[in-house]
């Protein structure tokens, strides 16, 4: 049949060249350049351990033997 020269309208229906899009402003969202700055993680830290008063262990320490008095004659 003659009906084989009839080339389908495929080819209007191809998709056209692809249009060159600008770049993605993928640069726009990229990571800023890490500030100098350290983290905040000094501010979480553990204070440096103040020293502690030693412990009044001497007020409950014997106290020294008062002299006691001589006897009443």
Same mark, same amino acid.
Not at 12 to 18: F, G, Q, R
Not at 41 to 55: A, E, I, M, W
């Given at each position: ?5 009839? @080339? ?5 229906? @191809?998709? =056209? ?10 640069? %726009? ?8 700055? =350290?983290?905040? %993680? ?19 320490? =014997? ?11």
């Amino acid at each position: 049949p003659p009906v084989h020269y009839y @080339s389908p309208p495929y080819y209007y229906k @191809s998709p =056209p060249p692809p249009v060159k899009s600008p770049p993605p402003p993928y640069y %726009y969202k990229s990571p800023p350049p890490p500030s100098p700055s =350290p983290p905040p %993680y000094y501010y979480k830290s553990p204070p440096p351990p103040s020293p502690s008063p030693p412990p009044p262990y001497y007020y409950k320490s =014997p106290p020294p033997p008062s002299p006691s008095p001589p006897p009443p004659y």
